[in-house]
Each structure stands twice: as C-alpha cells, then as structure tokens.
C-alpha cells in the first residue's frame, strides 16, 4: 500500500511539474499574437489554431503546448535582422506552419506523445513579408510557400538537439535566398 501511495504522489509530482514547465498553449485567449516591436523586423502570426500543425497533427494538444511557436519568430527575427541594409524595415507573418516530424497515435500507447521525425514529413511554412527601403518605401513583398524537402540529409545537423532544427534551417536558407545580406 506504501508503495502504490509513493508512486502515485510520484505521478503527480511530476504531472504538476509538466503542466509548470510545458503547459502553456499557444491557442489560449490571452496567447500573443505577435513579438513585441524591437529593432528593424516584426513579426507576426495568424491565429495557431489554424496551423497544419495542429489541425493534421495526430495529437492536437501535444503539439499546441510549449512556446515553439514563439521561438521561431523570435529566431526569424534575429536572423532576418542580419540580412537588412541598414535602415530597412521587414514586417513578416506566419501564415501556417508544419513542423518535421508528426505524431503517429497508431504505433501504440504512449506513442501519441512522441514526434517521429521521417522524410515524409518535412517542415513547410507560409510566410507574408513586406520590405521597406529607408525613406519608407516598400521595395519588396509577397508571400512564401517554404519547405525543405531534403531536411534530414544535411550533415551538419547531427549533433544538433535543437527541436527547432528543421524548421530553423529552412528559414535561414529562405532569408538567405530572399535578402542577400549587404556588403559589409
């Protein structure tokens, strides 16, 4: 009796830790919706709950939690930073995304919480920009249909850990593409 008592204090211990560290929701009414404005490039997002994450996701609610969503605007934005001339602006929103990897519920219990990263489910992303010159002018806007179909082929992501990886790959090789950075 002592021990099934321990465990299940165990379980909630931990289960209370989860929902501390890794239960916010992107989908909650109070969520932002976009990065506070800093430096020469915002960035924005449709509502999440309109993502091909969550809506073709096999586990829905795993993959609203946690602030990833925020971690790759916050990643954008630096990044895109560095390709500006000096005095240009850039507005980007996040239009939808699906991250690597997906939930495959069907490979058994506790399966449903687990990412299974397969080239079959490379990252894609739908981004709209506009790019303003100094004087105010836009000089470039559209919007970006990203993938990266060959994500897992690159060497250099091995020793990676980062759970972003993927997706971060593909936007720097998009922001690379779309605004070659100045002559320094």
């Not at 809506?55 to 925020?70: F, M, V």
């Not at 990044?79 to 519920?105: F, H, M, N, S, V």
């Not at 981004?127 to 179909?149: C, H, I, N, Y």
């Not at 250099?156 to 950075?181: C, Q, V």
């Amino acid at each position: 009796m002592r021990i099934v008592l321990a465990t299940l204090a165990l379980s909630l211990a931990l289960a209370g830790c989860a929902t501390a560290t890794g239960g916010s929701s992107m989908l909650a009414t109070n969520a932002p919706r976009a990065l506070p404005a800093s430096g020469p490039v915002s960035v924005a997002w449709s509502n999440p709950a309109e993502f091909s994450e969550l809506t073709a996701s096999g586990n829905r609610q795993a993959a609203a939690q946690g602030d990833w969503l925020l971690q790759l605007a916050q990643y954008m934005r630096k990044q895109a930073a560095r390709q500006l001339p000096p005095g240009y602006r850039l507005e980007l929103t996040i239009e939808d995304i699906k991250r690597a990897g997906q939930y495959e519920p069907w490979r058994g219990i506790g399966a449903q919480d687990v990412r299974i990263i397969r080239d079959i489910y490379p990252p894609r992303m739908t981004v709209r920009f506009r790019e303003f010159d100094a004087t105010g002018k836009v000089v470039a806007e559209g919007q970006r249909q990203l993938t990266d179909p060959a994500f897992l082929v690159n060497p250099g992501m091995i020793n990676d850990t980062d759970p972003l990886r993927y997706e971060k790959r593909m936007i720097d090789t998009w922001l690379r593409r779309e605004f070659p950075a100045p002559a320094r």
